[in-house]
């Protein structure tokens, strides 16, 4: 069920089609929104709308759909005592702009982003994987990923020793 509540109405207003869905789950509004306009959006968020933590920030891979990933940003209002979830559709080849100016913890949880999905951030102070070895290939939480076969080359090439699964 589409959601009309007052901070989609302000957000709508603002920022016109860049608002591309809004919906209601379990009393958290949930808003699709533009790729390109994600910074000054969240800007807005924080200051104007008094979402002032990043609780969480992570992505949802869907392989088989055009912009494959779901770039996730759930905010918190402490004054507000209220969530805001923030969804942005992005393609396999596409960047997207780093949030960490505006939340510094947003720099670890792109650095995750980028290591498990390959989700580049532009803007990033230092992108590089956080997990896993630098020389490791791909990217484990896609969807498409072949754990067993990756696996098995890294601890042969890094380690000397078969894989024991």
């Known amino acids: 069920m589409p959601l009309e509540n007052e901070l989609v109405a302000r957000l709508k207003a603002k920022f016109g ?4 869905e809004a919906w209601t789950d379990r009393k958290q509004a949930i808003l699709v929104i533009e790729r390109e306009r994600l910074g000054e959006i969240v800007r807005h968020c924080r200051d104007a709308e008094q979402f002032n933590f990043l609780a969480d920030l992570t992505a949802v891979d869907w392989p088989r759909r055009e912009k494959r990933f779901d770039l996730v940003l759930n905010l918190y209002s402490f004054s507000k005592n209220e969530r805001l979830r923030l969804k942005v ?3 396999e080849a596409e960047a997207v702009s780093s949030v960490a100016g505006v939340w510094p913890v947003a ?3 792109e650095r995750e982003c980028f290591d498990m999905f390959g989700i ?3 803007g990033h102070p230092e992108l590089k994987r956080i997990l896993l070895p630098e020389e490791w290939q791909g ?3 896609r969807k498409d990923y072949d754990i067993l076969t990756q696996d098995t080359a890294w601890v042969r090439e890094n380690l000397g020793i078969e ?3």
Do not use: T, Y
């Open 89 to 91: 559709h992005v393609g």
């Open 17 to 20: 089609d860049a608002v591309r």
């Open 107 to 109: 720099n670890w949880l």
């Open 163 to 165: 894989s024991g699964q």
């Open 139 to 141: 990217h484990p939480l």
């Open 120 to 122: 580049r951030f532009e």
